[in-house]
């Protein structure tokens, strides 16, 4: 509890130029709802982003940019925490003690350590292995009641319960046992690639066509969209084996605020090119008053500086009260 409230804290990696639609959709879009009821702090999760090499230049940059995204999409600085994980050294430290209570073959059954050592045969380093321990570390150092993610980061957190109940087993009642808090498919937990709507829509997706940016232009979103893959069916309905055409009406949802069936009533008796065309207007929408606003704070830059600096006093002060308990409980002298 922090002020009464139940405790939220999610981050994102600033890996990309911008932010993904999915990562939006899935995850950021969903924060807005909590800031009044909970005590919510977010991370921008720049540890995490090292584990695949990155140009410096470029990872400063797109960290402050990530913030003024997080802002742009209505999270308000006044209501929520945001800091920079690697300005809280605690996260660092509590990761080293709990790798301690991990066993490797924990480690190993993360499907997303499988795809990504396969997608980068080239840097299986430590810290891609180890990713789920400072995951863990980053949500129990808050003692978070509940975390906010998208479908693909579900076994983290179930890992993150696992390393939490052991410890509290062996040492008492030292960390809160997180919830994964995770909106159903249909509200947008798992928007799919435009071109393989099969597996995730990522920053990572070789094909440009197949991820839309959030500061993507207009014209740019609605022509991703017209080439996304569908079927030959030339029906807009949302059932199984219509994966192209379930991801479009899930989006189209999730931009408009119509349910699935509003949205399929919509475009009876009518082809897959009114439809996309539609979803592309409904997505461009939807974003344009993000990239307004963001265009306003990179202005800038001293504030969203000053909000960093400030969400990082209050997390440091946070982590290092958990950080210490754990430091005396496993043997450390303060
Ligand atoms: P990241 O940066 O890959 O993604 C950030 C958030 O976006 C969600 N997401 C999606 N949701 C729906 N559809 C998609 N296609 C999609 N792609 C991404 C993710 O589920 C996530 O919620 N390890 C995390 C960052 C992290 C973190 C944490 C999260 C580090 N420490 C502690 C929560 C708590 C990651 O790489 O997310």
Redesign the pocket.
Known sequence: MINDKKVI?????P?GDSL?L??Y???LKNWVKLQDEYSCVY?I?NM?TITLRQEPAKLRARTLSLLAQYIAAGLDPEKNVFFIQSQVSAHAELAWILNCYTQMGELSRMTQFKDKSQKHADNINAGLFD?PV??AA??LLYQADM?P?????KQ?IELTRDIAQRFNGIYGDVFTIPDPYIAPPSA?????GLQDPTS???KSDPNPNGCIYILDPPEVIIRKIKRAVTDSEAEVAYREGKDGVNNLLTIYSVATGKSIDEAVAEFVGKGYGDFKAAVGEATAECLRPIQEKYNDLMKNKDYLESVYRSGGDTARRIAGRTLAKVQKKVGFIL
Request: proline share 0%; hydrophobic share 40%; charged share 10%.
């Open positions: 804290l999610s981050g994102i990696q890996s993904t999915g990562n959709m899935g995850a991370m999760a995490h990713y400072l995951m980053d949500i975390v993610v998208g479908k693909d980061q983290h947008g937990s798992n928007i799919m995730k829509m990522s």
